[in-house]
């Protein structure tokens, strides 16, 4: 006999068929009229009714971004989710959108970080509180030694940590991507929290590996529209590392509070509960202290992250191209010694350093797509109409390995960087790592310090090389945000 259950469905399939071809049409009379609407809008591929073209940018969004930009130009259009989006894929396109057209183009809403409520203060913020923030951030950081020899002198404290963490592996294969997050950690730590934490302790190891399940996984431009996609099983480790992440913010941020004095702050946290929790009409934001929290995950998770991807590349690089890492060390060995650990005045003296790692930034960017930023109000770039609402991206990946702009951009060549003396870098116009405009990268001054002070003194003390068998492949994979190593063994043999 037949189950009613299945008898039911059959006899409402035939409805079914008619709603789903009826939705369909109206998604798709949606979308075309939707695009008629906007005038003057820049080519771009085609995209499907509610996911648009996301199918498109695949694994490696940077490149398949870039690939695209060869056929649409140096300003396309595409569809992302449902969201429409401008590709901005020429510098000097990006510093008129982002800086002289700021006005319009620097909002931000990253929704999942909103809806998981671990950002939305800064990185995730937009309108007035914005350039506030910023400055104030900023004057905080450098209160704490930000740009002076007091931060430089905690790096290079901390280099010696990283180089001690990688002595202890001795000899052996190892993965050094939670040595390395961890010491790039222990900085912004040190300046926002007032704390360094010890390479063993497990709170320190579980904050790092909480950020990196949330940092690890992709399939943002999906999950940002359809929000419900978190609750699949691929997002679990991305949910727990969330909650764990902000519990441990949580306890950071009560015991600050606990022991905060308004008369003298100990770090940027104070500072901003300082201003935050001042006398009425006195706080410049628009937010009370319930966001001190917020604004110190962004801290956290971008100081954390980024340059300590950039430096894992580094090492992988050296691996594989060891005329480049002798040229390294026999630079290091004869202008600094191995006595005096490298500082910041040494960069001048070591070019061939300085151009390499710039190299590692440029091939392998952290933010490989950029932020997205929102236009709050239409406006003109290259002869488009830019709709109100449109999202942007100026993906670095387009900018940094355009073969128009770099010469072979796909080969590693630290020499690109140097005058033809070969005396001193100069970083090209072409070359904005940081972003620019409104919204760029507030740690800039902090991630520079960081990446020549830490590249330079483990290269001062160790020689890497592949395990034997190993395949040789720097490719990595895409995160939330960012560009991740795939990850990998290396081995680290003591200089002296
Ligand atoms: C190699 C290291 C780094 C790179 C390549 C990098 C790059 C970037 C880029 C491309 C953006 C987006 C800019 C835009 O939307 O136009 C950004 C934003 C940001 N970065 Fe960095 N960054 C690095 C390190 C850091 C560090 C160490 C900090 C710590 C303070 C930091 C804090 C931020 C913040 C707070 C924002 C958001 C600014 C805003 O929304 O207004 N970054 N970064």
Not at 28 to 54: F, M, R
Request: contains cysteine.
């Amino acid at each position: 006999m037949a189950n009613p259950l299945l008898v039911a469905v059959f006899s409402y399939l035939p409805s079914f068929r008619l709603l789903l071809i009826f939705v369909s049409v109206f998604l798709i009379v949606k979308t075309v009229l939707q695009k008629k609407s906007y005038t003057n809008l820049p080519p771009g591929p085609w995209g499907l009714p509610v996911i648009g073209a996301t199918f498109r940018l695949g694994a490696n969004p940077g490149r398949s971004l870039y690939e695209l930009s060869r056929k649409y130009g140096k300003i396309f259009s595409i569809k992302i989710g449902p969201r429409l989006t401008m590709v901005i894929n020429d510098v000097e396109l990006v510093k008129e959108a982002y800086g002289k057209k700021a006005d319009a183009t620097s909002a931000r809403e990253l929704y999942p970080l909103n809806w998981m409520d671990t950002s939305g203060a800064l990185i995730s913020c937009s309108g007035s509180d914005v350039k506030p923030l910023r400055r104030f951030l900023l004057r905080s950081l450098r209160d704490f030694g930000l740009g002076k020899k007091s931060s430089e002198l905690l790096i290079m404290e901390e280099a010696q940590h990283l180089c001690r963490g990688l002595a202890q592996t001795d000899g052996r294969s190892f993965d050094p991507r939670d040595l390395i997050q961890m010491a790039v950690a222990n900085i912004i730590c040190t300046l926002c929290f007032g704390q360094r934490f010890d390479y063993t302790s497990s709170e320190f190891n579980q904050l790092i590996t909480s950020l990196q399940a949330v940092s690890h996984v992709s399939g943002f431009t999906i999950a940002r529209d359809f929000p419900l996609l978190f609750l699949a099983p691929r997002y679990k480790a991305f949910r727990e590392g969330g909650a764990l992440l902000r519990k441990m913010m949580d306890d950071i941020m009560n015991q600050h509070k606990l022991t905060f004095d308004p008369q003298s702050p100990r770090d940027v946290t104070d500072k901003l509960y300082q201003e935050t929790t001042s006398s009425a009409g006195k706080n410049q934001f628009s937010f009370g202290d319930d966001r001190v929290f917020r604004t110190m995950i962004d801290l956290f998770g971008a100081g954390a992250d980024t340059t300590s991807t950039v430096l894992q590349f580094a090492i992988w690089h050296m691996a594989l191209n060891p005329k480049v890492q002798n040229k390294v060390l026999i630079e290091i060995l004869t202008k600094v010694g191995i006595k005096t650990p490298p500082e910041m005045a040494d960069r001048a003296r070591l070019p061939y350093t300085y151009a390499t790692i710039n190299e590692v930034l440029r091939m392998n960017h952290p933010v490989p797509v950029n932020l997205l930023h929102r236009a709050t109000d239409a406006f003109d770039l290259a002869g488009y109409t830019i709709p109100k609402d449109a999202e942007m991206i100026a993906p670095m990946w387009s900018m940094h390995m355009d073969p128009d702009v770099w010469e072979n951009p796909e080969k590693f060549d630290p020499e690109r960087f140097l005058t033809p003396d070969g005396l001193s870098v100069t970083l090209p116009d072409g070359f904005i790592p940081f972003s620019s405009g409104s919204r760029m990268c507030l740690g800039e001054n902090l991630a520079r310090t960081e990446l020549f002070l830490f590249f330079a003194t483990i290269m001062q003390h160790f020689t890497f090389h592949l395990p034997p068998g190993a395949i040789p492949s720097h490719s990595g994979y895409f995160g939330f945000f960012l560009w991740f190593p795939n990850q990998f063994k290396i081995e680290a043999t003591p200089n002296f």
